[in-house]
Nanobody, 121 residues
């Protein structure tokens, strides 16, 4: 399993970015997939997850602004981020785990990408 993120960058507050995670070695739709982030000096936190049945869960801080989705044709995981705030600044990581219990609780993810930086000023 290999995960490679892209789409990060710098944007002004109120702007938008779209992150993508390209997966190889397995099919995205068959796994529980998620986005996590880690800001400087802080712990890693779950942002959004999507299970193999399409159910999703979001952190309260991003609800209504971020949307997680899968592109099955491209075997990628996406995160559309709108109305960005300076507090969204962080390294964003794509992650995967087998579907099932605790997926929507954003726990027990075992496969991780290298991350892509998002900076909001």
């Amino acid at each position: 399993v290999q995960l490679v993120e892209s789409g990060g960058g710098s944007v002004q507050a109120g702007g938008s970015l779209r992150l993508s995670c390209s997966a190889s070695g397995y099919t995205v739709r068959s796994y529980c997939m998620g986005w996590f982030r880690q800001a400087p000096g802080k712990g890693r936190e779950g942002v959004a997850v999507i299970d193999n049945d399409g159910s999703t869960s979001y952190a309260d801080s991003v609800k209504g602004r971020f949307t997680i989705s899968e592109d099955n044709a491209k075997n990628t995981l996406n995160l559309a981020m709108n109305s960005l705030k300076p507090e969204d600044t962080a390294m964003y990581y794509c992650a995967a785990r087998p579907s099932g219990a605790n997926c929507l609780r954003m726990s027990n993810f075992g496969y991780w990408g290298q991350g892509t930086q998002v900076t909001v000023s």
